[in-house]
């Protein structure tokens, strides 16, 4: 990847709660084929978090309710000439909510804004640390973990949330458990089977946290983590290749795990689609930065989550226009899915964190037409309904292109 500025492709997946870990990546509308309701809300999650009859599983921690509630009308596919719609996923590696309101803040503000999102739960989060003998991470020590375990009052926070998440329409994945990013056992070195592994024991501590927490007060997680689950994104953005293999057998839908990906329309990999952190324009400067709180901060604060106070009011406002200049150049141009994925965080003051609300809100109530706030698995649900031929001539717009001669004479004959 000669000639590729390294500062494009420093990669975290950790959640707030713990130490960074960093890791080179390699090289690394309003119609009703729309995969979710109107971006003002009127259709939007929150409507409902009473869950329906449950049906325990296993130990109780999760619980059969039936199909997910506050969902978007069944995808169609575009009609010959129809300009698709933008668009917008925003996702969350770790998924823990540690006592800083994050999670609920922006359930909050999805909800205002009639949003989706994907939650990448790690499934570390739902163990106490003295149950952490039951965690055999590959390569690793038993009971390893570079993003540490969760407090049990963390833990009973977590699972609120997560509930509440899901009944409200949100997708819970996996960002699988010990965040292991550098050295021998780092996931980049992880072989199919070790992968295999990994999954098998993050599904594991979501489905028995009821018998490895002693809690009995809790309601269930309201679905069937072995459906529910299609997708993931790994630590560091690595070891996506050897992941993949694994994905496709377990019947995954999508993967959100490469970088230095670019605002073009997604392909599948060995029959899973890759849905890939983008670059995007970073105003002030001749290089594109990832669409990732963290490798803003990488660029701004040279990795310290503690930069000048100072510089916070100009960083928060330059990172609201990476977010906003790249949505615009999309929408305005061959209205590829953005993607940008974040941390349960308060780095550099929380300006992060206000800048993914400040853009969310701008994405939503700008005047935008044909705006969709979805999750991963709405996406892929839009994606899997289209004509093969009509998502292989939206691939062919590059960066920043839209159609010559406009969308209706561009897929009027790719139907």
Same mark, same amino acid.
Request: aromatic share 10%; proline share 8%; glycine share 12%.
């Given at each position: 990847?000669?000639?590729?500025?390294?500062?494009?492709?420093?990669?975290? $997946?950790?959640?707030?709660?713990?130490?960074?870990?960093?890791?080179?990546?390699?090289?690394?509308?309003?119609?009703?084929? /729309?995969?979710?309701?109107?971006?003002?809300?009127?259709?939007?999650?929150?409507?409902?978090?009473?869950?329906?009859?449950?049906?325990? +599983?296993?130990?109780?921690?999760?619980?059969?309710?039936?199909?997910?509630?506050?969902?978007?009308?069944?995808?169609?596919?575009?009609?010959?000439?129809?300009?698709?719609?933008?668009?917008?996923?925003?996702?969350?590696?770790?998924?823990?909510?540690?006592?800083?309101?994050?999670?609920?803040?922006?359930?909050?503000?999805?909800? /205002?804004?009639?949003?989706?999102?994907?939650?990448?739960?790690?499934?570390?989060?739902?163990?106490?640390?003295?149950?952490?003998?039951? *965690?055999?991470?590959?390569?690793?020590?038993?009971?390893?973990?570079?993003?540490?375990?969760?407090?049990?009052?963390?833990?009973?926070?977590?699972?609120?949330?997560?509930?509440?998440?899901?009944?409200? $329409?949100?997708? +819970?994945?996996?960002?699988?458990?010990?965040?292991?990013?550098?050295?021998?056992?780092?996931?980049?070195?992880?072989?199919?089977?070790?992968?295999?592994?990994?999954?098998?024991?993050?599904?594991?501590?979501?489905?028995?946290?009821?018998?490895?927490?002693?809690?009995?007060?809790?309601?269930?997680?309201?679905?069937? @983590?072995?459906?529910?689950?299609?997708?993931?994104?790994?630590?560091?953005?690595?070891?996506? /290749?050897?992941?993949?293999?694994?994905?496709?057998?377990?019947?995954?839908?999508?993967?959100?795990?490469?970088?230095?990906?670019?605002?073009?329309?997604?392909?599948?990999?060995?029959?899973?689609?890759?849905?890939?952190?983008?670059?995007?324009?970073?105003?002030?400067?001749?290089?594109?930065?990832?669409?990732?709180? @963290?490798? +803003?901060?990488?660029?701004?604060?040279?990795?310290?989550?503690? $930069?000048?106070?100072? =510089?916070?009011?100009?960083?928060?406002?330059?990172?609201?226009?990476?977010?906003?200049?790249?949505?615009?150049?999309? *929408?305005?141009? =061959?209205?590829?899915?953005?993607? +940008?994925?974040?941390?349960?965080?308060?780095?550099?003051?929380?300006?992060?964190? /206000?800048?993914?609300?400040?853009?969310?809100?701008?994405?939503?109530?700008?005047? @935008?037409?044909?705006?969709?706030?979805?999750?991963?698995?709405?996406?892929?649900?839009?994606?899997?309904?289209?004509?093969?031929?009509?998502?292989?001539?939206?691939?062919?717009?590059?960066?920043?292109?839209?159609?010559?001669?406009?969308?209706?004479? @561009?897929?009027?004959?790719?139907?």
């Amino acid at each position: 990847m000669a000639g590729m500025d390294r500062r494009r492709l420093l990669g975290l $997946g950790a959640a707030a709660t713990a130490s960074l870990a960093v890791g080179l990546t390699g090289c690394s509308g309003g119609t009703d084929a /729309d995969a979710r309701g109107p971006a003002d809300g009127s259709e939007g999650p929150g409507k409902s978090t009473e869950g329906p009859q449950e049906k325990p +599983i296993g130990d109780g921690s999760t619980a059969d309710t039936g199909p997910q509630p506050n969902q978007p009308p069944a995808p169609r596919p575009l009609e010959p000439g129809e300009k698709p719609p933008q668009f917008v996923v925003f996702s969350w590696d770790g998924a823990g909510e540690v006592g800083n309101g994050l999670f609920p803040r922006f359930r909050k503000v999805a909800e /205002d804004h009639g949003a989706a999102m994907t939650f990448f739960l790690s499934g570390l989060y739902l163990l106490p640390e003295s149950q952490r003998n039951k *965690y055999r991470p590959p390569g690793n020590a038993v009971g390893a973990s570079d993003i540490g375990y969760l407090k049990d009052e963390n833990i009973r926070l977590t699972l609120e949330n997560l509930r509440a998440a899901w009944l409200e $329409g949100h997708e +819970i994945g996996t960002h699988f458990n010990g965040h292991f990013c550098g050295g021998s056992g780092s996931v980049e070195h992880w072989t199919p089977q070790e992968w295999r592994s990994e999954i098998e024991q993050a599904k594991r501590f979501v489905s028995e946290w009821r018998t490895n927490t002693g809690f009995t007060d809790l309601k269930p997680l309201p679905f069937d @983590y072995d459906k529910e689950l299609i997708g993931a994104r790994t630590p560091c953005l690595l070891g996506q /290749d050897n992941l993949l293999p694994t994905a496709a057998e377990l019947g995954w839908r999508y993967d959100a795990s490469s970088s230095g990906g670019l605002q073009v329309w997604p392909r599948k990999r060995q029959g899973v689609w890759d849905l890939p952190l983008q670059s995007l324009p970073f105003p002030g400067h001749s290089f594109e930065v990832l669409s990732m709180d @963290y490798n +803003i901060l990488a660029n701004q604060s040279q990795a310290t989550t503690k $930069g000048p106070p100072a =510089n916070y009011p100009r960083w928060r406002q330059q990172a609201i226009d990476t977010y906003v200049q790249g949505f615009q150049r999309a *929408y305005e141009t =061959n209205r590829a899915p953005l993607f +940008i994925g974040n941390h349960f965080e308060e780095w550099n003051g929380g300006i992060y964190m /206000d800048a993914v609300e400040e853009s969310l809100k701008q994405m939503a109530g700008g005047g @935008y037409s044909d705006v969709r706030l979805v999750s991963f698995r709405q996406l892929v649900d839009w994606l899997d309904v289209q004509d093969p031929a009509v998502l292989a001539k939206l691939r062919d717009l590059p960066v920043g292109r839209a159609p010559a001669a406009g969308w209706k004479s @561009y897929l009027s004959g790719a139907a």
